[in-house]
T-cell receptor, first 116, second 110 residues
C-alpha cells in the first residue's frame, strides 16, 4: 500500500494564480483532511471530509475550496493564491470518523507551496 | 476552546540522555491524546496514543501517560538516539477534529 500520496511535492505560484493540490489514499479510510503547517504554529486544519460526499470547514478555510471526488481522493484548490498561503500542506486520512475515540490520522509527505 | 500547549523548543540533547517533552491540554469532556513525530522532509507519523485517563501509550521506547488530574500527556524516553531527532507534536481530539500543539524540535547529538 502506498498510504497517503500527494502531488505535487513542490510548487511556485505567482500572486493571483490558481492551483489544485491532489491527495489520494488507498487504505479505504472514510475521513480525509487538509492541514497547513507554518513555523511556530503547528498544524492548522483547513477543511475535512468525514465521509464521501461531505466536506466541512476547519480552523482556517478562507481562500481555499475542497472536493471529495470519491472515497480515495480529496483535493484542495487555491482560486487566487496570496503570499500568505505560502506554507507546507499536508493531507491526512483516518478510518474512524473525525474526532472519534482513538482516531489515528495517517499523513502524506506534504506539498511545499511558495507564492510570490 | 480546546487547546494543546507544548514546552517551547528547540531541545538539544546528547545521545543516551533522558528526554521529557511537556504537553498540557484544555478540553471539555475526555479527549483522546496523541504524540505524532515528523522526521525531516516527511509527513507526521503517529508515535503513541491514549484514549482514557491513566492509560499509558508506548512505542519505540517512548512513553506518555494520560493524566486527567493535571491535564497532561508528557512524552518521555529513557535514552535518546541520534535517529530520534525530529519534531514532536502533541494532539488531542477536539470535537470532529484533531488539535495540535506547536511542535517541539528535538536534536540529539552523538
Amino acid at each position: 500500500n502506498a498510504g497517503v500520496t500527494q502531488t505535487p511535492k513542490f510548487q511556485v505560484l505567482k500572486t493571483g494564480q490558481s492551483m489544485t493540490l491532489q491527495c489520494a489514499q488507498d487504505m479505504n479510510h472514510n475521513s480525509m483532511y487538509w492541514y497547513r503547517q507554518d513555523p511556530g504554529m503547528g498544524l492548522r486544519l483547513i477543511y475535512y471530509s468525514a465521509s464521501e460526499g461531505t466536506t466541512d470547514k476547519g480552523e482556517v478555510p478562507n481562500g481555499y475550496n475542497v472536493s471529495r471526488l470519491n472515497k480515495r481522493e480529496f483535493s484542495l484548490r487555491l482560486e487566487s493564491a496570496a503570499p500568505s498561503q505560502t506554507s507546507v500542506y499536508f493531507c491526512a486520512s483516518s478510518v474512524l470518523r473525525a474526532g472519534g475515540p482513538g482516531e489515528t490520522q495517517y499523513f502524506g509527505p506534504g506539498t511545499r507551496l511558495l507564492v510570490l | 476552546g480546546n487547546s494543546v500547549t507544548q514546552m517551547e523548543g528547540p531541545v538539544t540533547l546528547s545521545e543516551e540522555a533522558f528526554l521529557t517533552i511537556n504537553c498540557t491540554y484544555t478540553a471539555t469532556g475526555y479527549p483522546s491524546l496523541f504524540w505524532y513525530v515528523q522526521y525531516p522532509g516527511e509527513g507526521l507519523q503517529l508515535l503513541l496514543k491514549a484514549t482514557k485517563a491513566d492509560d499509558k501509550g508506548s512505542n519505540k521506547g517512548f512513553e506518555a501517560t494520560y493524566r486527567k488530574e493535571t491535564t497532561s500527556f508528557h512524552l518521555e524516553k529513557g535514552s535518546v538516539q541520534v535517529s530520534d531527532s525530529a519534531v514532536y507534536f502533541c494532539a488531542q481530539t477536539s470535537g470532529s477534529r484533531l488539535t495540535f500543539g506547536e511542535g517541539t524540535q528535538l536534536t540529539v547529538n552523538p
